[in-house]
């Protein structure tokens, strides 16, 4: 397994197994254990977690089959986000989904995600989207308590534009060390804002969401991505690999570094994902990828 060094003192592995849908997996806690070792053993050390995840069961789930080989722990990096308040049975007052950066409500929603993973400290602790309503310092202070205490180890940012990762960092006596943004064939919009240019000229590492545009390679009726799938099969044909490797494969050879996070419950599709390390892509073959999520031919 490839590993991305995001700081001095943190890396991760190269595909990151997230867990926003683990609550639906319907794995006993046991269960879920086996998952984390078997996905361990493929050399995928860092699992993505958010408070909100699982309507705020998912950081519960994973924490109750932690519980059962509390050794595990110190093999793994756990990653987590804060920030969105959603619209849920479990608050029943409130009447409007929004973004809560206070002080408050970071320090508070970080320690929630310790007690939930049964862990002393996050590796990592991401705010989940900007916000319209962002007072830099104040988010910095609350970093700076959660750092001071060993409570997160290192921060970054979820879906944030350069201008506003700037803002924030300004603020900050430790950098930021990623931007989790979503990066698909069927999602190209971080090379056209910037964030690509951002990243490689401040040497971050990027984490990518919904790699294979929410499993719509698996299922869709959108004529764009349809005329997307028919180049990556025959990609796919010419390198004797899956569609979803052609993915895996197009993100990790930029030279940005991008880290997928992958979705599934399923350990086969997890070593499918791991193998498509192995699988090096031309440049022109990376290009005819680029240009079927455009949809033209590039000027």
């Known amino acids: ?51 909100i995840y699982g309507n705020y069961e998912s950081e519960k789930k994973f ?27 479990k608050f029943p007052e409130r009447k409007a989904k929004h973004y809560d950066y206070s ?23 991401l705010l989940h989207r900007p916000s319209p309503f962002f007072n830099a310092e104040e988010v910095a202070r609350a970093f700076e308590f959660l750092k001071k205490g060993g409570k997160v180890l290192h921060f970054g940012v979820s879906n944030f534009k350069p201008s506003q990762f700037e803002v924030l960092q300004s603020y900050l006596s430790d950098s930021l060390v990623t931007n989790q943004v979503e990066i698909s064939p069927f999602c190209l919009e971080h090379f056209e804002n910037g964030n690509i240019d951002f990243f490689q000229k ?3 590492k990027p984490m990518a969401w919904s790699p294979l545009g929410g499993g719509n390679i698996f299922n869709t009726k959108d004529e764009g991505i349809i005329s997307c799938l028919e180049v990556l099969n025959r990609i796919g044909e010419e390198l004797n690999c899956s569609v979803d490797q052609v993915v895996y494969a197009w993100l990790v ?42 949809g033209e031919e590039l000027p």
């Open 63 to 89: 924490g109750e089959a932690l519980k059962l080989k509390p050794s595990l722990r110190e093999e793994i990096k756990i990653i987590s986000k804060c920030g969105i308040k959603l619209l849920s049975d």
């Open 253 to 294: 050879k930029h030279p940005v570094g991008i880290c997928p996070v992958i979705g599934t419950g399923k350990i086969e599709r997890v070593k499918s994902a791991a193998k498509s390390l192995e699988i090096d892509l031309n440049l022109e073959q990376w290009f005819q990828i680029y240009e079927a999520g455009l």
């Open 1 to 51: 397994m490839e590993y991305a060094q995001l700081s001095d003192t943190l890396s991760i592995s190269r595909i990151v197994q997230g867990l926003w849908r683990v609550t639906d997996w319907n794995y006993s806690d046991m269960q879920l254990l086996k998952f984390v070792e078997e996905v361990l053993s493929l050399g995928i050390d860092s699992f993505d977690q958010a408070d």
């Open 202 to 204: 401040h040497k971050i």
């Open 103 to 125: 002080y408050e409500h970071i320090v508070k929603s970080a320690e929630t995600s310790l007690k939930n993973m049964r862990t002393d400290r996050l590796d990592l602790l």
